[in-house]
C-alpha cells in the first residue's frame, strides 16, 4: 500500500443551494440557521464539502435525513447542478478537469461509464415498465454497445451475481420485490464496471433480513472488483459493517471524519456522539 | 391501347360532395346569414372565438357552409385566415376602456360602478319555452317594439346619471392594487409574440400561451380548466374579480397620411375574466405572506365559461405545480387547439393499409418466431 | 369574384416556410420548428406536406401525388386537386415527370432522380416520444445526440418478441448525426432512403416540424449488429398481375373464391409495368 496513492475521486469546497441567498445570508454562514437563511428562504444543503475516495476504499456518509448527504450524492452522480465547487475525477482527463464545469454530454458519459448508482427508491434508478435485462442493459447501450447477445449474456452474469434467479430475467422490476429491486439496480450499476460505486441509503426501507443479504452481496462484490464506494446511510450499523473511512454531515456541513472504527469508537463532535450512544 | 388509372377517386369525391349538398337541400329551406348572427349568436361567437378571427359575417357564412357542425365552420375560418396578409397590428388596448355591457364581481357585493347582470340565462330555469316552437318574426318584432319603449320610457323618468362616460367602469383589480392585496403589475414592454407567425418552443413566452388559451378548444379549455379547480390540480378555489362583456375599440397606427397616426378601425365584443387566486407568497422575511394572484381570461364574442376556463389554466400554468397536468404547458398547450385536435382524430379515416400490411407482417413474424422457439 | 392567391398561401407564409426548409437541408434530420398554417384541408391529413408543396411548387412545375402508394385514392385525389386548382400547374402519375412528388406513406417504386424533391407527409415528427413526452425533453436529447431511449426500446422489443416489433415509422440515424422519424413508411422503403439522389423534404403539420434529407446523405435504420433490420418480407409471394417480387404488395381478397392474393402496392408502377409488357408485345 502507497500511502502517496492519488485519490480516484476528489470534491472540493462543493455547494447546493436552493433559492437565490440574499444579503442577509451570501457569503456570511454565520447568519444562516441551520443550513436556512430565514429571511430570504433559501436552503443551503451542502456547504463547502471537500472529500476524496481512494481506490479500493468504501467511505460511508452519514447523517440525519435533511443533512445534505443525498443532495451530495445527486450532484455527484449529475442528477442536479452544483452551485459551485470543483469535482475531479482520476479516470477523466487524469483528474484534471472540473466536471461540474463539463459540458452535459460529457457529464453523461462520465455517469455511463465511470459511475454506478443505487438509488434509495428504485423508481428513480430503474424502468420499471421495461425488463430487468433491458435495464441493465441501458447503461451498455449509453456506453455505446450495438451486439444484443454479448449485453444479454453480460446482464445474465451480472443476474447471477446478485442472486436474481434467471427465468426472471425478461420480468421487469415492477413485479420484483423490494430487495430484488435493490439487486437490479446494483447490477446494473455494475453494468460498464465503473471504478466508482455511489450507494444512497440502499438497505432502506427493507426488512431486516433482506437488508443483510444486499449489505453481504455489496461487500463481496467490493472485494471482488474493488471498486471504491461512496455509501450513504442514516444507518449507521450499516456505515460500521461496510466503511473504511465514515464521514458525518449535520446541517449541509461534514462536522466530523476519520477511520470509521475511530469515530465509531472516539467521536468528537456533540452529534457523532448522540449517534454513536443512541446506536449501542 | 394500354392500361389506365382507375379514376375512382376523384369520381367518389365529386360523388360524395353532391349527396351532402342533396341532402342539405333536401326540405327545401335555406337559412340567410343575418338569420344564423340574429338567432345563433353564441354560436358564431364561440366559432369566431376558436378561429381566432372576428367577423360574424365569415363566421355565418362557415356555419352554413359546415350545417351548423362548429369544428368545421372552425376549420374554414382558420383555412381562410391562411390566405390574408397580415397588414396592421392592433394598437395596445386598455380593457378599462371597454364598453360594458355585462358586468359581475363574485368578490364583492358592492363594486364602485355597480353590478351590471345585463343579459344572461345564469339565473333562468332551464325549462324547454315551448313557445318558441309557433314562434313568428311578427312575435320577436313586437316583443322587441315594446321592449325597448318600455326602456325609453323608464329613462325618462329616472333620468340617472351615467357613470363619466356611457358605459366606461372602474376595474375591480385596481381597487385592490390601491390597497396593496395585488401587486402593481411590473410593466412588460416586450413585444407580444404571435403564435400564427412563429413556432412554438418550451418553455413558452406567456403571450403565446394567452393566444393558444383564447383560440383553444372551448369543451377543451373548460375541461380542463375543471379538471384544476376541482382539485386535480391540487389548487384552492379561484374567486372571480371580474367578469365583464362588452366592446374594445381598437386602433391601428398608420404612416399613410405622412406621419405616424392611431386611426380607430371599429369595435368588437369579448368577454374579459380576471379571477382572484390566493397565493403564498414568500418575503423577505420570516412569515409566509398570504396573497392574491390574478388569472387572466379574454375571448371573442360573449363566451364566459371558456374565459374563465381560461383564467384558471392561465394562472395554473404561470405558477406550475410539480405533477399537476394542467399545469404543465406541453400537456394543455399541445392538445386545446380545436384543429389540431379534430384534424388529428378524423385522420384515423384515412386507408392506412400500406402502414397496417406492415404491422401485420411484423406480428405473423413474431407469431412465427415464438412458435419455433417454444 | 373571390380569387385565389397563387398556391393558397400569402407569399410571407411560403417564404417563412422555404426558410425552415432551408435551415433542414442544412441540418440533415433535424426537426425545425416553424408556425404551421392551417390549410383548407384537415390537420393529420397531410398539411405539413401540402405547405412545403404549396411554397415551394412555381408554375413549371409537375406534381405528382400518392397516398398508401396510389395515385388515386381520395386523399391523393384531393390533395392533388388543391394544389392543381391554386396554382394550374401540369400533374402527371409517372414517377419519372414529376418534379414534386407529395407523398404519404411510401417511398414510389421507381427509382428517384437528381433534381426531383420527394414531400413526405409527417404525422409525428418525433423519433423519441414513445420513450420522452416531453418535447423540451427529447429537443436536448437530440441536443446530446442522446439516444439511447429509442436503443433501449429496440432492445427490450428484442427480449420480449425475440425481434425489433416496430411496423412501419422504423427510426432512422441521418448524416451520422440525428435519429429521425423516416414517417410511417414500411421498413420495405426505409433503404430508399440511403444515399437518395433525389432531395427529400418531411412536413409535419400539426406537429409544427420541417426535415430534410439532402440528396446523396447518409440514412441507416437502427438495429444492433447481431439482429439486422429487416424489411418486410413477402416470402414466396408476388403481385397477381404483374409478378414482380421485389415490391411492396398490397395483400387483397379475391371476393368471388375468398382466397388471399397479392398485388403491386405502387399504383402507377403497377400501371407502367403493364404497358410496358404490352408495348413490347410480349403479352
Known amino acids: 500500500m502507497s500511502e502517496q496513492q492519488k485519490p480516484i475521486l476528489i470534491l472540493k469546497d462543493f455547494n447546493k443551494t436552493f433559492g437565490k441567498g440574499c444579503a442577509h445570508c451570501d457569503g456570511k454562514p454565520e447568519n444562516r440557521r441551520q443550513g436556512y437563511c430565514p429571511k430570504c428562504r433559501t436552503v443551503y444543503a451542502c456547504q463547502d464539502i471537500s472529500l476524496s475516495l481512494y481506490q479500493g476504499e468504501i467511505v460511508g456518509i452519514v447523517g440525519e435525513s435533511g443533512s445534505g448527504k443525498s443532495t451530495l450524492m445527486q450532484a455527484l452522480y449529475f442528477d442536479s447542478e452544483a452551485t459551485s465547487g470543483e469535482y475531479f475525477l482520476e479516470a477523466y482527463h487524469s483528474g484534471e478537469e472540473n466536471l461540474f464545469l463539463s459540458s452535459s454530454q460529457q457529464q453523461k458519459w462520465v455517469r455511463n461509464m465511470l459511475l454506478g448508482m443505487v438509488y434509495q427508491n428504485p423508481m428513480m434508478g430503474l424502468k420499471m415498465n421495461f425488463s430487468a435485462q433491458s435495464n441493465i442493459a441501458e447503461k451498455m447501450i449509453a456506453a455505446g454497445n450495438r451486439q444484443v447477445h454479448s449485453m444479454v449474456e453480460r446482464g445474465d452474469t451480472l443476474l447471477e451475481q446478485v442472486h436474481i434467479p434467471l427465468i426472471r430475467r425478461k420480468d421487469s422490476p415492477s413485479h420484483f420485490s423490494g430487495g430484488m429491486q435493490q439487486r437490479v439496480q446494483i447490477a446494473k450499476a455494475l453494468a460498464n464496471e465503473p471504478p466508482i460505486l455511489l450507494l444512497d441509503e440502499v438497505t432502506t426501507g427493507l426488512d431486516l433480513s433482506v437488508q443483510a443479504d444486499v449489505l453481504e452481496l455489496i461487500q463481496k462484490i467490493q472485494r471482488e472488483r474493488k471498486n471504491s464506494i461512496l455509501l450513504v446511510s442514516h444507518d449507521l450499523s450499516v456505515v460500521r459493517m461496510l466503511a473504511d473511512r465514515t464521514i458525518v454531515m449535520l446541517n449541509g456541513r461534514i462536522i466530523e471524519e476519520g477511520l470509521t472504527d475511530q469515530v465509531l469508537e472516539d467521536p468528537q463532535h456533540p452529534y457523532t456522539q448522540q449517534l454513536v450512544y443512541s446506536l449501542l | ?374 | 369574384m373571390h380569387e385565389r392567391h397563387f398556391a393558397f398561401l400569402d407569399e410571407s407564409s411560403k417564404k417563412e416556410i422555404r426558410r425552415a426548409v432551408l435551415k433542414a437541408v442544412a441540418i440533415p434530420g433535424y426537426q425545425v420548428p416553424f408556425a404551421s398554417r392551417e390549410l383548407p384541408i384537415a390537420r393529420g391529413w397531410g398539411t405539413g406536406g401540402l405547405q412545403i408543396t404549396l411554397s415551394l411548387v412555381g408554375k413549371d412545375d409537375i406534381i405528382k401525388v400518392i397516398d398508401q402508394g396510389s395515385d388515386e385514392s381520395v386523399n391523393a385525389v384531393s390533395l392533388r386537386n388543391l394544389i392543381q386548382e391554386t396554382t394550374d400547374v401540369a400533374s402527371t402519375i409517372h414517377t419519372t415527370e414529376a418534379t414534386l412528388i407529395q407523398t404519404r406513406h411510401r417511398v414510389p417504386e421507381q427509382p428517384l432522380k437528381e433534381g426531383q424533391i420527394l414531400i413526405l407527409q409527417v404525422p409525428l415528427p418525433e423519433p423519441l416520444r414513445n420513450v420522452e413526452p416531453s418535447e423540451y425533453k427529447t429537443k436536448k436529447l437530440h441536443a446530446e445526440a442522446d439516444y439511447s431511449g429509442a436503443w433501449l426500446k429496440l432492445f427490450e422489443d428484442i427480449m420480449c418478441y425475440g425481434q425489433a416489433a416496430t411496423g412501419a415509422d422504423h427510426p432512422v440515424f441521418v448524416n451520422d448525426r440525428y435519429v429521425m422519424a423516416p414517417t410511417p413508411i414500411p421498413r420495405f422503403d426505409n433503404p430508399k432512403l440511403d444515399h437518395n439522389p433525389a432531395l427529400m423534404l418531411f412536413g409535419a403539420g400539426r406537429e409544427k416540424k420541417i426535415y430534410a434529407v439532402p440528396p446523396y446523405t447518409k440514412v441507416v435504420s437502427l438495429a444492433f449488429d447481431d439482429y439486422p433490420f429487416q424489411r418486410e418480407r413477402f416470402v414466396g409471394k408476388k403481385c397477381r398481375l404483374t409478378g414482380l417480387e421485389n415490391v411492396y404488395l398490397d395483400e387483397l381478397i379475391d371476393e368471388a373464391t375468398g382466397e388471399v392474393y397479392y398485388q403491386t402496392n405502387d399504383s402507377s408502377y403497377l400501371l407502367e409495368f403493364l404497358n410496358r409488357d404490352e408495348g413490347a408485345g410480349t403479352v
Open chain 2, 1 to 374: 391501347m394500354g392500361y389506365v388509372a382507375v379514376q375512382g377517386g376523384a369520381e367518389a369525391i365529386r360523388e360524395s360532395i353532391l349527396l351532402a349538398r342533396y341532402e342539405n337541400c333536401l326540405d327545401g329551406t335555406s337559412i340567410s346569414l343575418t338569420e344564423i348572427k340574429a338567432n345563433l349568436k353564441k354560436m358564431v361567437d364561440s366559432v369566431m372565438s376558436e378561429s381566432s378571427l372576428y367577423s360574424p359575417d365569415l363566421a355565418a357564412l362557415a356555419l352554413k357552409q359546415a350545417q351548423g357542425d362548429p369544428f368545421e365552420a372552425i376549420f374554414l375560418l382558420r383555412a381562410h385566415r391562411s390566405t390574408l396578409p397580415r397588414l396592421y397590428f392592433t394598437t395596445v388596448t386598455d380593457t378599462a376602456e371597454m364598453r360594458v355591457e355585462r358586468r359581475i364581481s363574485a368578490s364583492f357585493k358592492d363594486i364602485l360602478g355597480g353590478q351590471i347582470l345585463g343579459a344572461s340565462p345564469d339565473y333562468q330555469h332551464r325549462l324547454l319555452n315551448w313557445d318558441l316552437i309557433n314562434e313568428t318574426e311578427a312575435d320577436v318584432i313586437a316583443f322587441r317594439d315594446q321592449y325597448y319603449a318600455a326602456i325609453l320610457n323608464a329613462m325618462e323618468k329616472t333620468a340617472e346619471a351615467s357613470f363619466e362616460e356611457e358605459g366606461r367602469f372602474p376595474k375591480v383589480v385596481d381597487s385592490l392594487r390601491a390597497q396593496n392585496l395585488i401587486p402593481q403589475p411590473v410593466l412588460c414592454d416586450e413585444e407580444p409574440r404571435d403564435i400564427t407567425m412563429e413556432p412554438l418552443v418550451f418553455p413558452s413566452a406567456r403571450s403565446l400561451r394567452l393566444q393558444i388559451l383564447t383560440r383553444g378548444m372551448t369543451g377543451a379549455v373548460t375541461a380542463l380548466g375543471y379538471a384544476k379547480i376541482r382539485g386535480y390540480g391540487f389548487n384552492n378555489h379561484p374567486t372571480i374579480g371580474e367578469l365583464r362583456v362588452g366592446y374594445l375599440p381598437l386602433y391601428v397606427t398608420s404612416e399613410l397620411s405622412g406621419v405616424c397616426e392611431e386611426y380607430y378601425i371599429g369595435e368588437i365584443e369579448v368577454t374579459e375574466v380576471e379571477a382572484f387566486m390566493e397565493e403564498d407568497r414568500q418575503e423577505a422575511d420570516e412569515k409566509n405572506q398570504l396573497g392574491i394572484g390574478l388569472g387572466y381570461g379574454l375571448c371573442f364574442g360573449a363566451n364566459e365559461i371558456k374565459a374563465i376556463a381560461m383564467s384558471v389554466l392561465e394562472h395554473s400554468m404561470e405558477n406550475p405545480t410539480p405533477g399537476d397536468p394542467t399545469s404543465d404547458e406541453e400537456f394543455v398547450l399541445l392538445h386545446v387547439d380545436t384543429v389540431e385536435a379534430t384534424g388529428f382524430v378524423s385522420h384515423l379515416k384515412l386507408p392506412h393499409y400500406v402502414t397496417f400490411q406492415s404491422k401485420l407482417d411484423r406480428i405473423r413474424d413474431v407469431q412465427r418466431g415464438n412458435n419455433h422457439h417454444a
